[in-house]
């Protein structure tokens, strides 16, 4: 939920067209015809599969605030600040990062 609300605020509507874990919405978001890319950006969903900067096992999502070279500001909930709480972090791109970008 925490992602999908910080779309709406973004972009004014919520994304449709794919369903499922946060470890699936790259290829859903792709099939329902989003920009899916590996390349981070501001305004865009980062995908983390399961492990990834402590994700569960069935992945994670943040709505990405920032860019600065390798380093991305995302915003997500059910993370470090507990459940249903956003928090802040910056963490490095890697690669596997997936991010479903707004149009």
């Not at 004014?12 to 015809?33: E, I």
Request: glycine share 12%.
């Amino acid at each position: 939920w925490g992602v999908l609300n910080k779309w709406y605020q973004s972009e004014g509507y919520y994304p449709g067209g794919w369903t499922g874990n946060a470890l699936v919405w790259a290829s859903g978001a792709a099939s329902a015809r989003y920009t899916v890319s590996s390349v981070p950006r501001t305004r865009s969903i980062v995908v983390m599969q399961p492990g990834v900067y402590g994700s569960s096992n069935m992945g994670h999502l943040g709505w990405v605030t920032a860019v600065s070279g390798d380093q991305v500001t995302i915003i997500e909930m059910n993370a470090l600040a507990g459940p249903y709480n956003y928090n802040s972090r910056t963490i490095t791109h890697i690669s596997g990062l997936k991010y479903i970008y707004a149009p």
